[in-house]
């Protein structure tokens, strides 16, 4: 190159000097000269080719620096480019309805690739929305009409997937390459228009809110002492809003006696306290008004104020409306202190507020001890949940009317007709108001009238008429839940003889101590009805077979047969009993009632003293029982034994721990045989070993399918016979069914009843010891009907006791029940035993054993006895 511009520079010279001597020097004396140097001939040489080489020297010049011009603009152009490919810049060069380069960040903004926006092409009008198109069409005819050369608008834009863009766009023309193009950049500001948005309509709300509540703003510039109010403000004032406020013309409004207070008030402000004032002011049309002000001082860095805000609340009607609620409070005062029932007033959260003198009087407890307690923990139990409901629909604005019984300090019940009401300001619930009548007395009355209607007045006992209603839904239960029912029909034998002998005094004194004795022999469950001068009827619901009545006929025949003192004489006398069980003898009352009447008529005719079950004949009874014999030979390999399961529920997890194996027999002639009939049969047969075995393998093979389908630990419990307990190798065959189905020892479970017990058999306890070891747990079923002795507990290392049925139906109503339930759970937690209550039925029952610690629950309100199907649905679903 530097070669290139010296021989430019030397043609350059000689060009100039051939030039000069052409214009400047006479032609003869160039030529003199050239022809002294002899350089004629090369000099014209010279002289051509200078004359030829010095255009395309200027030529030459001219590419090289319009090369180094294009280098230069191409350097700057790829950096540029460069620049713009790594920025969040948005650029773009636009000409002819397409663009001739965007950036990425144009490209991502849009959603578009840069392919689809330069290969399509896209226009500017496919990234605006429709009713900005026009607009984008003058500025660009503006920019190219005008001397203008740049410009900036706000429009809608929209992506590729059609959500809008709220843009800035700032196009400027410029020359690219020769061309005149729209070059520019584009500025999303959605999101910053979102907040704008937002922070107004807070604004609006808050604005809205200010006018709702009836808050009025101002603000003083301390520096410059203007004072602003709000519309608000004004409006209350009067003035129009052109007007300049100022503290002295407030002051004017002010009432006098209000004045000085609000003027010692800008003194404080300069503390930086936040002052309050509550003061009148008189308006225009002579009408006073009170208000409510609150202000505060904002300081510079000098401790200066700077600024002074405060708010204003007219507060004059809800002062009218306090004053009013003072005086009906003192009215309901009067009404509340003086009222003659026990009156209540609670908060929304069900704390007693306060009382009155009748409800100290009434329950026995003092003000202090009431306040901030909940009224359920005055009233007993049962009703408690009900209570709890009332109030919530309280809550919602409705009175209710409720009966309950309190309780009152001493533990005596009070029973109460009881009004809850809401108290209710500006249609807002407030409180609750409770009114409690005491009408002991008047139950009482009621009670005593009833009783005379359905009691025997002699006894007390339920009368004929009584007896039928409650044996109706005895049946009626009874035919839902699979039960028997057992009626005795009781005659006192020599009666007749006291009242002719000795005198109707007599007579009445030992139906009495017949019926007290009849009481002892059998539970509360059972009813016990006088419905004749010497006639008793015995209802017992929900056996599960004969022999409970047969051990309860016992009972009361031995309890006559020690004599009745009648005015200090010992006068001796029996009973005779007919016996006819529901459904065995008959599926109503007047059947069940007249065939135990003629048990008890054969009784009497074949010697008293004794009971009789109904029957046709003697033989008829026999050959049911040979037919059961007989039937208990082929039914297991003809299959017509099967299992059903019901579930125990865990109180504390609230999940199914256990499911009891119940054996059912469906023979196809004699059809469903319950097992209180055909396990005595087996057990004399000893068949039930078999049985028994087979109930065993059923229950651990069903437990095994049971995992498979559910990832669970539920335990199986199987019930074993004593029969069953003198096998000397029944640990073995246990060890064997869990090692076959791979289970572990502890999710067994076997049942014996407390009778197989107490009798302290070594050879029964040594093969449940052996049991045990293996880690199978061990129940014990029944318990509290036998002659029950903690000994055997202790040794054999008892898991769980099952409590009856008998002991569980009816608590907390039945009080010796309720003792005797939650006494053996005492004893059982004590001795580190978990206890299961059976025949659980109803929620009450379920309740009251759970308060008393019973750590697990079965009977019907759990779950009936299910088919092995059922039963896993009911697993899989979980216990509702």
């Known amino acids: 190159m530097r070669l290139f511009t010296i021989f430019s520079y030397l043609i350059l010279f000689f060009y100039l000097l051939v030039v000069y001597s052409l214009i400047f020097l006479d032609k003869e004396v160039i030529f003199n000269l050239l022809q002294e140097f002899h350089i004629q001939l090369w000099l014209s040489q010279i002289v051509f080719v200078v004359l030829c080489l010095s255009p395309l020297y200027f030529i030459l010049d001219y590419v090289r620096k319009q090369q180094k011009r294009y280098s230069t603009s191409q350097m700057e152009t790829e950096k540029y480019q460069v620049t713009l490919e790594n920025s969040s810049i948005a650029a ?76 800035d766009i ?44 009836g808050i009025l703003y101002w603000e003083y510039d301390n520096v410059n002492n203007i004072l602003s109010w709000s519309e608000q403000i004004y409006a209350l004032f009067g003035l129009s809003l052109d007007q300049q406020p100022t503290f002295e013309f407030l002051l004017s409004k002010v009432h006098p006696d209000d004045r000085e207070t609000l003027s010692n008030s800008r003194e404080k402000e300069i503390t930086g306290e936040s002052i309050l004032n509550i003061y009148r002011i008189l308006l225009e049309d002579g009408t006073e008004r009170t208000l409510h002000s609150i202000s505060q001082s904002i300081f510079n860095e000098d401790g200066q104020p700077i600024q002074t805000i405060g708010t204003m609340q007219d507060i004059t009607d809800r002062l009218v409306e306090e004053k009013k609620l003072e005086l009906s409070e003192n009215r309901y ?45 005055f009233i007993i139990t049962e009703f408690k949940e009900e209570v709890s409901e009332l109030f919530k629909n309280v809550l919602s604005g409705e009175a209710r009317r ?52 359905y009691h025997d007045h002699l006894t007390g006992l339920p009368n004929r008429r009584n007896l039928m209603i409650l044996t109706d ?57 006088r419905v004749g001068g010497d006639e008793f009827i015995l209802i017992l619901p929900e056996i599960s077979g004969v022999d409970q009545t047969i051990e309860v006929a016992e009972k009361i025949l031995e309890a006559f047969n020690q004599g009745f003192y009648l005015k200090n004489k010992l006068f001796k006398t029996t009973a005779s009993i007919g ?56 039914s297991l390999n003809d299959g017509d034994f099967f299992l059903m399961y019901q579930p125990r529920l865990d109180v504390e997890t609230g999940e199914i721990s256990t499911f009891e194996s119940l054996l059912r027999w469906k023979h196809p002639e004699l059809g469903m045989v319950s097992p209180g009939e055909f396990i005595p049969v087996a057990e004399e047969t000893g068949d039930i070993v078999i049985i028994g075995e087979w109930v065993l393998k059923e229950s651990v093979k069903t437990l095994k399918e049971l995992q498979a389908k559910i990832n669970t630990d539920v335990r199986v419990s199987v019930n074993v016979s004593v029969r069953q307990l003198y096998q000397s190798n029944l640990d073995h065959l ?50 509290g009907t036998g002659n029950s002795s903690i000994t055997y507990l202790k040794r054999l290392e008892v898991d769980i006791i099952k409590i009856d049925r008998s002991f569980v139906s009816g608590v907390p109503h039945a009080k010796e029940n309720a003792a005797i339930t939650s006494a053996m759970i005492d004893m059982a937690h004590d001795l580190n035993i978990k206890v299961a209550c059976e025949g659980v039925e109803t929620e009450e029952e379920l309740q009251y054993i759970k308060d008393k610690g019973s750590d697990e629950i079965q009977g019907y309100y759990i779950s009936y006895p299910l088919i092995k199907k059922d039963l896993f649905t009911f697993l899989q679903r979980g216990c509702n």
């Open 473 to 529: 839904n005895y049946i009626q239960k009874a035919k839902k839940q699979d039960f028997m029912i057992g009626v005795l029909y009781i005659d006192l034998d020599r009666l007749k003889f006291v009242n002719d002998y000795l005198g109707h005094e007599y007579g009445d004194e030992m139906i009495i101590e017949a019926s007290n004795r009849i009481l002892g022999c059998i539970q509360n469950t059972d009813t016990l009805a």
């Open 333 to 377: 005062k009067s009404l509340f202190d003086n009222n003659l029932d026990s009156v209540f007033s609670l908060d929304l959260k069900g704390s007693i507020l306060s009382v009155n003198e009748m409800a100290i009087k009434t329950f026995g407890y003092s003000k202090e001890e009431f306040i901030h307690q909940n009224p359920r923990d």
């Open 579 to 634: 016996i006819s069980i529901y459904p065995l003898n008959g599926e109503d009352i007047t059947q069940l009632f007249s065939k135990a009447d003629k048990a008890m008529y054969f009784v009497k005719t074949h010697g008293k003293n004794s009971y009789k079950f109904f029957e046709n004949t003697l033989e008829e009874k026999e050959e049911r029982k040979f037919l059961i014999e007989n039937a208990l030979e082929t």
């Open 734 to 783: 246990i060890n064997t069914l869990l090692r076959e189905y791979n289970l572990s020892p502890h999710l067994l479970e076997l049942e014996v009843t407390e009778s197989t017990l107490i009798n302290d058999d070594p050879a029964i306890l040594d093969t449940l010891k052996n049991i045990r070891e293996l880690g199978v747990h061990l129940a014990i079923d029944d318990f």
């Open 402 to 453: 409720i009966s309950i019984q309190g309780l009152h300090k001493d533990s005596s019940r009070v029973d109460l007709d009881v009004t809850v009401m809401p108290i209710i300001v500006k249609s807002q619930v407030t409180g609750v108001f409770c009114l409690a009548k005491d009408v002991t007395k008047e139950r009482e009355h009621v009670k005593t009238i009833e009783k005379l209607a």
């Open 170 to 213: 700032y196009p400027s023309r410029q020359i690219f390459y020769g061309q005149e193009v729209m070059v520019g950049s584009v500025v999303n500001f959605t999101e910053k228009r979102h907040i704008l948005n937002e922070l107004e309509k807070r604004e609006k709300v808050l604005s809205q809110a200010q006018k709702i509540a």
């Open 92 to 167: 773009f060069i636009y000409k002819d309805d397409a663009f001739l380069y965007v950036s990425p960040a144009f490209a991502q903004l849009f959603g578009y690739t840069r392919e689809e926006i330069y290969e399509t092409p896209l226009s500017a009008n496919h990234l605006l929305a429709e009713e900005y198109q026009d607009i984008l069409a003058k500025h660009i005819e503006g920019l190219l009409n005008s001397n203008t050369i740049r410009s900036n608008f706000q429009a809608k834009g929209k992506r590729k997937d059609n959500t809008e863009l709220d843009l």
